[in-house]
């Protein structure tokens, strides 16, 4: 018979990687809505500025979540469960939109 130790719960630091996680997540958007205005800039496009602002909120709302998570999560961990979901809906349906539409310019663009 095997003789196991029983296991004690360890948070570790998983909360320290989430926010890590967080904090690139929210740069990369930043950075991908600062190339996307530029481009709508040099070929003047209006859908590449409008998936700009929908980067630049997304980038809002993912720090918004991230000091959310930050101050509620330790008070009650499922206080808000809904709220992450569309959250989380708000920013895939933000990346796929925008993918979708950067896609096309730059295939409108090559066309040309």
Same mark, same amino acid.
């Given at each position: 018979?095997?003789? *196991?130790? &029983?296991?004690? &719960?360890? &948070?570790?630091?998983? &909360?320290? *990687?989430?926010?890590?996680?967080? @904090? *690139? @997540?929210?740069?990369? =958007?930043?950075?991908?809505?600062?190339?996307c !205005?530029? !481009?709508s800039?040099?070929?003047?496009?209006?859908? #590449?500025?409008?998936?700009?602002?929908?980067?630049?909120?997304?980038?809002?709302?993912? %720090?918004?979540?991230?000091?959310?998570?930050?101050?509620?999560?330790?008070?009650?961990?499922?206080?808000? =469960?809904? %709220?992450? *979901?569309?959250?989380? #809906? !708000?920013?895939?349906? @933000?990346?796929?939109?925008? #993918?979708?539409?950067? #896609?096309? @310019? !730059?295939?409108? =663009?090559?066309?040309?």
């Amino acid at each position: 018979m095997v003789n *196991r130790m &029983p296991v004690a &719960p360890d &948070p570790g630091l998983q &909360p320290q *990687r989430t926010g890590m996680a967080w @904090s *690139r @997540s929210v740069l990369l =958007a930043l950075i991908v809505s600062l190339l996307c !205005f530029r !481009f709508s800039f040099n070929r003047d496009s209006g859908l #590449a500025l409008l998936c700009s602002i929908l980067l630049l909120a997304l980038a809002v709302v993912m %720090v918004a979540m991230s000091v959310w998570r930050l101050r509620f999560t330790h008070q009650r961990p499922t206080f808000g =469960a809904t %709220v992450v *979901r569309y959250a989380i #809906a !708000f920013c895939s349906t @933000s990346v796929v939109v925008t #993918a979708l539409v950067l #896609a096309g @310019s !730059f295939l409108h =663009a090559l066309s040309r």
